[in-house]
């Protein structure tokens, strides 16, 4: 597998190619593999529901290059990072029900967030969750190594200045991230929107999530792009 890095200031936004699967890379300095847990209790069944039908797997194709990240469905738009499908010349999206291709498409400007339009989806729009805390549990899905749906059972860990080209602020989560997570939504109990994965941290691979203002507002002013024409 081909793996893509942006470099951030403190952080690496990841974005897989899936054409072969290795096994997970070790977590820098730790010389053991990182542990993706699945949510099993009965506590997050619930959640992991929700999840389950609202993720869904964004595969886009930039002129050759393949790239794999996560989205999430609000009323009929699909939230994810812009670096997933940046110079895209085809999206399409993987649900339960199979693949649908993706025909417009909008980014934010300044902020890793991108929106992705008509493909007939369509959900609840998603409620979201400004006053979360430290300590908090949550829970994302994603594709991890281009691999199948995981579901994450998580804690936030703190607030962090961003970087340069980060967010004012993101949250830091207490698990590791891995390439094909990007553009995960991180959801708490109440299955609220608190933010979107976009990169991890150099240090220890720990996920890094602008918060949901920072989403809800990049979606609000977003402008359309087009597809690449390779």
């Known amino acids: 597998m081909r793996v893509e890095a942006w470099r951030i200031r403190g952080a690496v936004a990841l974005g897989a190619a899936f054409v072969v699967l290795p096994a997970p890379a070790a977590v820098p300095g730790s010389g053991e593999t990182t542990a993706i847990p699945r949510v099993e209790t009965p506590t997050d069944a619930t959640v992991a529901a929700w999840l389950d039908a609202r993720v869904v797997r964004v595969e886009s194709d930039a002129c050759g290059r393949r790239l794999v990240g996560a989205g999430v469905l609000s009323g009929s738009?699909?939230?994810?990072?812009?670096?997933?499908?940046?110079?895209?010349?085809?999206?399409?999206?993987?649900?339960?029900?199979?693949?649908?291709?993706?025909?417009?498409?909008?980014?934010?400007?300044?902020?890793?967030?991108?929106?992705?339009?008509?493909?007939?989806?369509?959900?609840?729009?998603?409620?979201?969750?400004?006053?979360?805390?430290?300590?908090a549990p949550v829970?994302?899905?994603?594709?991890?190594?281009?691999?199948?749906?995981?579901?994450?059972?998580?804690?936030?860990?703190?607030?962090?200045?961003?970087?340069?080209?980060?967010p004012a602020q993101v949250w830091e989560l207490d698990t590791a991230v891995r390439p094909g997570q990007s553009g995960s939504p991180v959801i708490d109990s109440r299955r609220r929107l608190v933010g979107l994965i976009y990169a991890s941290s150099f240090e220890d691979d720990a996920g890094?999530?602008?918060?949901?203002?920072?989403?809800?507002?990049?979606?609000?002013?977003?402008?359309?792009?087009?597809?690449?024409d390779c």
């Open 77 to 135: 738009t699909i939230i994810t990072n812009r670096h997933v499908v940046a110079g895209a010349s085809e999206v399409t999206v993987v649900d339960r029900d199979g693949a649908h291709s993706v025909r417009a498409m909008r980014f934010a400007t300044g902020i890793d967030v991108a929106v992705l339009e008509g493909t007939d989806l369509w959900a609840e729009p998603i409620d979201r969750n400004d006053g979360a805390a430290p300590g």
């Open 139 to 166: 829970w994302t899905r994603g594709y991890p190594d281009a691999g199948p749906a995981v579901t994450v059972a998580s804690n936030l860990r703190r607030r962090r200045m961003g970087g340069i080209a980060d």
């Open 208 to 228: 890094l999530a602008m918060d949901a203002s920072t989403v809800v507002s990049g979606v609000a002013t977003a402008s359309a792009v087009p597809f690449s």
